[in-house]
């Protein structure tokens, strides 16, 4: 039996990472909290997000589920997770005295979205200090749309700062166009690892 001797230089931040979650007691089933959008006649069930249905934008993907973390960190995705939008945005030093709105025309160069696609479930490695997924095999950047974006003030703990966002308008490099994309979390704020 031959064994593939794998470099050094790969297993390192992946053992680091591993080792990092053992110790701060973070899993990746620690992610995913995100609530459902009101959509009429559609499942609302907690850690669901509602978006675009499937039309002629976006080949035709529904992104149905979604979450935030960090000073921020927006994601949606495919029930497989194999097609998701992702939008970060810095907004640590936002008011404390009420939500704050933002609004970015795409591109911009406060807000980075992207669309990622790959062979398995891209949201295992989306606020999470652990890696468990194969990562993106194709990438691109929005070229057009609009992001609007609300947050609550930031909370003294994990779940204390809600937000929303919604992109209208997205359109990627190669030209794919989506329908509107909608999150809402409770998650705004919480820090990977911590």
Do not use: K, N, Y
Request: aromatic residues 4%; proline residues 10%; glycine residues 16%.
């Amino acid at each position: 039996m031959h064994t593939a001797r794998v470099p050094a230089r790969l297993l390192l931040p992946r053992a680091a990472a591993l080792l990092a979650a053992l110790l701060t007691g973070c899993t990746a089933a620690d992610t995913g909290s995100g609530t459902a959008t009101p959509d009429p006649g559609r499942s609302t069930a907690p850690g669901t997000t509602v978006g675009p249905r499937p039309g002629p934008g976006g080949g035709g993907v529904e992104l149905v589920r979604g979450d935030a973390c960090g000073e921020v960190f927006f994601w949606a995705a495919s029930e497989s997770g194999t097609v998701a939008v992702t939008v970060s945005v810095d907004v640590v030093g936002r008011p404390a005295g009420g939500p704050s709105e933002f609004s970015f025309p795409l591109p911009h160069p406060d807000v980075t979205v992207r669309v990622l696609s790959g062979p398995g479930d891209l949201t295992e490695d989306f606020c999470t200090d652990v890696l468990l997924g194969t990562g993106p095999t194709g990438e691109q950047e929005a070229v057009a749309g609009t992001v609007l974006l609300t947050v609550d003030p930031p909370g003294e703990a994990c779940g204390e700062s809600d937000g929303r966002l919604r992109i209208d308008g997205l359109v990627v490099q190669d030209g794919t166009a989506f329908p509107p994309v909608d999150v809402r979390s409770a998650s705004v704020g919480c820090a990977v690892g911590g």
